[in-house]
């Protein structure tokens, strides 16, 4: 099977999260994905220690995560031979993706105009923490500073009376973002094969919160009485689109948005027929009217039995409800299994790590057929190079240099 993206050559100048998971996407359907990194060092990402759990004894979770089924070379881009290698294997590619700092590329002579100029074609797909306009451009962002802090999630999903905000989740901003410039490349890509010519695409963390918030965002700037805490204070404002907790612990959401139907069946359920045609619950208006009194008994009813025996009921219920999950659960779940969302994938010490696809399938396949870890630094440097014409003199003699690693 062919394919989506095999043939595409991808340059990666990139480094931690966000933009290299967007390359990874690309990797995974068929791409070929080189990344450049500095010689010695590579990705800081290769050695940041964060303690949080990431790491195993053999394996750094997250370089593998965001930089599967890659190759690499180093270049030292601020030799002018470096830099001229690098523009040699942008005149063979079809995309060049980067995480560099605006000014640090303009420094180095890799901005846009400096990369048409060598090939017309390419896609010049870059990401950054605010935004590549206004005069905070060149700011460094990162996923819980510009993503969670700046746009807005921190504020959103703390409670008003919290003495510290919400802590975000790792790399939360950075994959739903790397989405995004994943799908500006598919996009530019397929324009030019209309017109043949290439494109600048960029998106930022804090413009991708903006979009995930944007509910929330069109609300508050159109509806000055909008106030996204209410449900911290007053969670009973939609009795049948909330969390009941278990006798057990667990917490069942009810999503009951076309309820009509499904609050008969679910009064059944619970043992209280009669709530149904109750004048206080007959209608929606009237169960949000009275959502504190509904709320209770629900809540009372939910809380007399454990999941197990709640169980049976629910999954022969026909409508939009589902059980909290854990992470374990997550990993485990059958939809995902299906889906191969969760794949293994062998490491060059031996070990075999599970490893997670990106959410969208080309002719049903989202995990890659064949996968591959990431990279040793440098690991590719001979191969790539070699391929676009550095004699093994030449690559012996930068390589003395420190201009290749």
């Known amino acids: 099977m062919t394919q989506i993206f095999e043939g595409v050559r991808v340059i990666e100048l990139a480094?931690?999260?966000?933009?290299?998971?967007?390359?990874?996407?690309?990797?995974?359907?068929?791409?070929?994905?080189i990344k450049i990194e500095t010689p010695g060092t590579g990705d800081p990402y290769r050695t940041l220690k964060i303690g949080d759990g990431r790491e195993t004894a053999t394996a750094n979770l997250a370089m593998e995560q965001n930089n599967r089924g890659k190759k690499s070379i180093a270049l030292d881009l601020k030799n002018p031979e470096g830099r001229?290698?690098?523009?040699?294997?942008?005149?063979t590619a079809d995309v060049f993706i980067t995480s560099l700092r605006p000014l640090a590329l303009t420094g180095l002579k890799l901005d846009p105009a400096d990369l048409f100029?060598?090939?017309?074609r390419i896609i010049y797909a870059r990401g950054n923490g605010l935004g590549f306009k206004g005069e905070e451009f060149n700011k460094a962002g990162y996923d819980a500073s510009a993503f969670w802090a700046r746009g807005g999630f921190a504020d959103l999903l703390t409670a008003p009376d919290a003495d510290v905000p919400t802590r975000p989740r790792p790399?939360?901003?950075d994959h739903t973002s790397a989405i995004s410039l994943f799908g500006g490349i598919s996009a530019a890509l397929f324009r030019r094969e209309r017109d043949g010519k290439?494109?600048?695409?960029?998106?930022?963390?804090?413009?991708?919160?903006a979009w995930v918030l944007s509910s929330d965002l069109c609300y508050s700037r159109n509806n000055d009485a909008y106030d996204p805490h209410a449900g911290f204070a007053n969670g009973h404002k939609a009795p049948l689109m909330r969390a009941y907790k278990t006798s057990d612990g667990r917490f069942i959401q009810l999503m009951l948005l076309a309820p009509d139907k499904p609050w008969p069946e679910l009064c059944e359920?619970?043992?209280?027929?009669?709530?149904?045609?109750?004048?206080?619950?007959?209608?929606?208006?009237?169960?949000?009217?009275?959502g504190a009194e509904l709320c209770g008994i629900l809540d009372t009813a939910f809380r007399a039995k454990p999941w197990a025996e709640w169980a049976p009921l629910f999954l022969a219920w026909n409508a939009p409800w589902e059980l909290i999950s854990n992470l374990k659960e997550l990993g485990e779940d059958p939809q995902l299994k299906a889906a191969g969302t969760v794949f293994k994938m062998p490491l060059?010490?031996?070990?075999?790590?599970?490893?997670?696809?990106?959410?969208?399938g080309f002719d049903e396949q989202c995990a890659p057929s064949a996968p591959l870890c990431s990279?040793?630094?440098?690991?590719?440097s001979d191969e790539v190079l070699t391929s676009i014409g550095f004699s093994a003199e030449d690559l012996a003699r930068l390589r003395a240099a420190n201009v290749v690693g």
């Open 269 to 290: 359920m619970i043992g209280q027929p009669d709530l149904a045609t109750d004048p206080r619950f007959a209608t929606n208006p009237d169960r949000i009217k009275n």
């Open 375 to 380: 990279p040793a630094l440098g690991e590719h």
């Open 348 to 360: 060059k010490t031996g070990e075999i790590v599970d490893v997670i696809a990106g959410p969208i």
């Open 171 to 173: 790399a939360l901003g």
């Open 84 to 91: 001229e290698a690098l523009l040699k294997l942008i005149e």
């Open 15 to 33: 480094q931690y999260v966000f933009v290299p998971a967007a390359s990874a996407l690309m990797a995974d359907h068929g791409a070929e994905v």
């Open 117 to 120: 100029a060598r090939n017309p």
């Open 198 to 209: 290439g494109v600048v695409v960029e998106t930022s963390l804090l413009q991708n919160a």
